[in-house]
């Protein structure tokens, strides 16, 4: 084909495109809507580095799939030609349906959709685009394809998606303690019983993964500051749904406009075209063209949200084990509207808690399973010591409180 | 201070910030405006890593600024707090005055100001903010202060800036053949009568680092894609201007809209606040937000132009040594007046020829001064054979033309 | 000076030598030694980039300490030049009294004196030679100076040593997952009541520095096939020392020739100048000379395990949780003297069975110390969850055997 | 196959080793040899990391050699599984021939023979040993098989060789400037009329190539401290050589004595299998054991020469563009004898001269071609201006004298 192509990734080399599909499903509008959807929302405000893509992503965890499957096939596992392509498509479109800012949005610009979700209305519509080529692929993403080991390459607690973006993220924030060894996993990887495992010798990749992950989770994913500034966004969108609500008109693109006007679910999606083709015009441009638009806007909370995300002028968060009391935030919420010169119950735009939690290795989302040299499959956690301790498998919270700075110097 | 400040980079490692006035100067709006707009503009179309942003390679030349100030005063070379405050304020705010996608742009938005004019402006604006406190650092930005090595520093043929961007652009990229032995440059630098020279033992180094540059320029910042998209990107600006100028409404932000509907010169930035405070808006964001409004405009071309960026759905470009004859382009033109139903004179806005060159190393712009042993300064060309080579001081010409892929098979 | 001096270090870039004393200091034969003393022993039959030298981690501690140095000054901790100077030689010398293959030979070659001994027996002659300069470098070594904190950047839980060696020994193994984030651990360095501690936020690249020096004992030091290899290295010593109190001759160097033939004791060392000029002769080279030459030796298993290291015919090795039985051993030694025609008692010398462990955070050596923004000094096991996991504090032991390959399939 | 192996490469990563022969042959003695024959020579006495092997270069370009054959089968080109194997194993092989301290004592040692010579010697040996396994890996290693390109993927200006040494020795020494693209290249060769050809798009990575190489000749191969150290290293076993025809005996290993007292020709070789033998016991060891034993020998040449080089107390050397005058010479004689107390003639064993070179581009030893988008194909100095340059393609000669430091300063 002269199709052929090849990416400078300048995590793992040159990535090459080997089929003429691929390419094709690569060109298409809502692939290249990826470009602007930032894999890691705000964190470059911590992490200046940390611009990369989704789209980047995709194709890098594309690349690891091939490999995987290259090393599996030598090792005598039957993956033909077909299989091989729709895992590989399966994995290049795993994260088709995020939205702007990701996660952070997720459950803000509409309620009770999640990524996944509109990653199938996507897959289910490139599949009629593609003459019904992507069939196996959705099969293998939504885990009913017959050989189950394709889909653990695409989701589960190791899946070559863990490996890219753990790998990538470390590599764009400079968190070198983040480095996963993804190589010497992908080495390690076998199938045994339609079942993905990973060698014994492997076993120190695996803990080093686990600990690895926790430590990005704190250190960058769940890192203070970037809590604290999604916490902004997430309020400066949540005040202007309330605006429009309200009807007061404020600048947007017509995309965001749509989803900030109507409670959009999910079957609006599965049975309301435009509902898919306005998801599809809308990425981080759109929200981040809003707050110039809105730090503008005669609303004075909104106003302070936007120009204080635009302009870097974070508030201050605060982290606790435990929740905060009523009357601490109560009291917090009089300060902001003494100082700010709102009304009582307009305080609580400025003034908000949540909590966050993670899970280092969660045995009930499944487990990673290790084979011997006798070939008997066990759970990683009964195999490392290390896994096996409690504080990786317990959940940790962890409770924040985030308020405008000028309230803690009075 | 409490503001003491450690950036992660992933290119130099962590990069502290040891002075209360730098750390201001990063958080003010202009600074902070940087993070929004790229270095390398529309590169990473074909580059998915080159994300990184003005912002970024501000601290790191910044970072670099200070690593050599150390050195040089290891050597002996006297400079005073003061003047290091000074050399590393000029080299944070040295490219302030960038506007949306840098260079691409320079000379579509504003014509006949250029980033350098707008520099000068925001240095004094930030000096009256901080009481005078930049003075110092505009002297030695504009190459009026006494000791002018320190300008070579921030504005020379090898100056921290172009080591910073050829590394940081490397690394983000994954060009690895553009990678410039920064730290050894660095090492190797030394004054000698206020002039700044390299010890002679750095001569491969700065072979190299040529070389490097040249090699970046052809592959990165003048690579074939990265010039047709980025025309595509003028082309669409100037019809969008072309169409408000005939009255023809086009949403998009206020700021945008100001540079858009008038005509400012560097009159009007010295002299009106409201010119300076819109381009102090102005980012990336503005510019791809309208694209994305103005793809569903009713005018063909703008549209055009505007789906074709959004979706990267590239012109073929070809390029020449010699320019494209007058017939040749007509040729094209009839064509796309046909293929596209426009009049004739409207064809001129998708067919588009430029030139563009490079010059490796030209002696006419200062020379890089080697110092020997004994002490005796000479200029790199006169002590390196490969430097002196006509092909590196040649400047280099290439021709393109750029057209609608569709037109290429009829 | 004219001395001044760069080293180009692939793991930290530039060394600088800043002071004509240290400069001087690398210069002496002692240390110019080390250049012939691998850092890993005979991990580069398994790893074979792990060539590296304990000169070249001795030049790469003494850059991190300069870096330590460096960020507590700024802190505000108060460190003479003379401090900094002494500090630096401390580190620059702490594995000066290393032998041949390192931990491997320590205690084959001369019985019940360890390395720190000759370190300082080292340290002390060129004192004498350096009239006296290297006073405090001894204080700072052995713990005696007032300062205690410069003793700890030196030797302790969490000593530039072990940043460097971790950092270095993943590098050149390419063992990536034990990268630490040495930079970060010095940045969050800091001095409270005259003891190093490391600021709270540096608590996950804490957590890691742990894990992945349990990794890397695992992965590298302790690795089997490196344990199997080392006790050949260890048998064959042993086989050569026994042969000659036999009065067998074997050739080798004078100075292995000494210690082969002599009984040394740390008194020794103390009192007669011709021991530790013999330890000065004596490195990695004279040793594997020795092997090449008895692999043609007429004892066969002497000729046996020298060739079989040579060639990389490598012992097999078993490891377990559990001892091995007496009766396990004795039918192992009666297969190897009835397959190699040997005395029974000679079976011994090709059947060997030893233990390891690993202890990956022992608090009874001493803690690493966190300090809160409060100010509070705690340990870090107690702040992070994850250090105070029995896990990491437990000692593990294994447990091993190794026998000829041959021996398997009989 | 049980013998699966993979090897940990901190450069490539994990090398795989895909065949049981050549797993076999990488076990046999003559390749374990390599192990103990560094790569570089004495380079380490400036850049401390260059301490890597011949055998890991060798598995460095085995692999890039499997990488090179997948690309071009994938762009169509017919390659066996046979033939893959013949040219893996050829490459292996090509450097089996060399001896202790590779080029440096390549003449010095036995006169009249080079190492490809020797490693065809070695290939036919191992042939017999494995069968006539090996057949067709000779006849690409000589040249002799019909598809020539695969000879050109083991021996031409652009073979898998030179990609993985540059790269290695970059990566070893730290000097960054000497990266290659290796992938890039890889990826960018094709096959046309029989002949290894760069698509056109990869000039400038080829241009990076030559310019990197160049560098790395002058900044390590050629560095004047270690030409310094390597005339050091042939005078030290060429004074033995001559005290030895004088009847002086000498210790030294078996097999180096053999190449001390007798002279082997290449006849010797094919014939007598005692040479080469002792040949295959020959390596770096050997050398430097020799030295240490002889730097106490009553010859005050040969011990002033061995108690130098161990103890890096290197010789002054001078470089110049021109020859240095015999009577410049001459003064220096007279200075060493008076200086040493020796007689004139003995003189010329610590003064020493010679000259070297380095050619960046030789058109004469075959050229770089490059085939374009319409097939055709030319010498890559026809196609870049920068490679046509007579800079390149000139042969750049360099005199140099080397004496005692002492010498210097009377």
Redesign the interface.
């Known amino acids: 084909m002269n199709k052929r192509k090849?990416?400078?990734?300048?995590?793992h080399?040159?990535i090459?495109i080997?089929h003429e599909l691929i390419f094709d499903i690569i060109?298409h509008?809502y692939f290249?809507r990826l470009?602007?959807i930032k894999q890691l929302g705000l964190s470059?405000y911590?992490?200046?580095?940390a611009?990369?893509?989704r789209?980047?992503h995709a194709?890098g965890a594309f690349h690891l799939m091939r490999k995987a499957i290259s090393i599996l096939k030598?090792k005598g596992i039957e993956i033909t030609a077909e299989e091989e392509l729709g895992a590989s498509i399966a994995i290049l479109l795993h994260d088709i349906g995020h939205g702007p800012f990701s996660h952070t949005l997720e459950r803000t610009l509409i309620k009770g959709v999640n990524h996944e979700h509109i990653s199938k209305i996507f897959l289910q519509k490139l599949n009629q685009e593609f003459d019904g080529k992507l069939s196996l692929a959705i099969k293998i993403f939504e885990g009913t394809y017959t050989k189950k080991f394709l889909h653990s390459l695409v989701s589960s607690q190791l899946d070559v998606d863990r490996l890219d973006y753990l790998t990538r993220d470390s590599?764009?924030?400079?968190?070198?303690?983040g480095?996963?060894?993804y190589?010497?996993i992908i080495?390690m990887m076998n199938v045994q019983n339609d079942e993905l495992v990973i060698e014994q010798k492997g076993i120190?990749?695996i803990?080093?993964f686990i600990?690895?992950r926790r430590?990005m989770y704190?250190?960058v994913y769940l890192h203070k500051t970037v809590l604290c500034v999604e916490q902004m966004l997430i309020k400066a969108v949540e005040r202007a749904k309330y605006l429009i609500e309200n009807d007061i008109t404020l600048p947007c693109?017509?995309a965001l406009d749509f989803f900030l006007k109507n409670k959009i679910t999910l079957h609006d999606f599965e049975t309301n075209s435009q509902a898919i083709q306005h998801f599809a015009?809308l990425d981080d441009?759109?929200v981040?063209?809003a707050l110039?638009?809105w730090k503008?806007t005669s609303d004075n909370v909104l106003s302070l949200l936007c120009s204080s995300i635009?302009?870097?002028?974070l508030f201050k968060i605060e982290i606790t084990k435990e929740p905060f009391t009523e009357s601490e935030i109560t009291k917090l919420k009089e300060k902001a509207a003494a100082y700010f010169k709102l009304p009582q119950e307009e305080a609580k735009w400025l003034i908000f808690q949540d909590s966050t939690y993670n899970h280092a290795y969660n045995a009930k989302q499944g487990t990673i399973k290790i084979i011997d040299q006798q070939g008997n499959v066990q759970n990683a956690e009964n195999i490392s010591?290390?896994l096996?301790?409690?504080?990786l498998s317990?959940k940790?919270v962890k409770y924040f409180v985030c308020y405008p700075k000028a309230l803690s110097t009075i």
Chains 1, 2, 3, 4 share one sequence.
């Open positions: 090849i990416f400078n990734d300048p995590v080399g040159f090459t080997p060109e509008p290249q470009r602007r470059d911590i992490y200046p580095g611009l990369h893509t789209f980047h194709l030598i590599f764009f924030t400079g968190v070198n303690e480095i996963v060894s190589d010497r080495e120190y990749s803990e080093n600990i690895s430590l704190w250190q693109s017509e015009d441009v759109d981040f063209a110039k638009s503008n635009l302009n870097r002028h010591q290390h096996e301790a409690t504080v317990e940790v």
